[in-house]
């Protein structure tokens, strides 16, 4: 047996949790843009920037709150055993 069958065959000990893609920040940042020219240009652009602004935060947070839910609570963690050696400095 080679080692390389040895790792594909390992069950994995730890979960890593990639976010899902979202147009959330996208929505937020052009409600922040909207709300900061509506200071100057006009209270409408304002009213549009908050909506954009709370629909992108609301958006995010459900989104969040929906992958936190789908994740397990508890892992079991498998640790590296670091050798006892020191650093040597390399010249």
Request: proline share 7%.
């Amino acid at each position: 047996m080679s080692p390389g069958n040895e790792i594909e065959g390992a069950e994995p000990t730890e979960l890593v949790y990639v976010p899902s893609n979202s147009w959330a920040p996208i929505i937020i940042a052009a409600g922040i843009t909207f709300i900061l020219v509506g200071f100057f240009k006009g209270w409408s652009l304002w009213v549009i920037g908050a909506f954009l602004l709370l629909l992108g935060l609301r958006s995010w947070w459900h989104i969040a709150d929906d992958e936190i839910e789908g994740m397990r609570r508890e892992q079991r963690t498998d640790t590296a055993v670091i050798p006892a050696e020191p650093v040597r400095r390399s010249r």
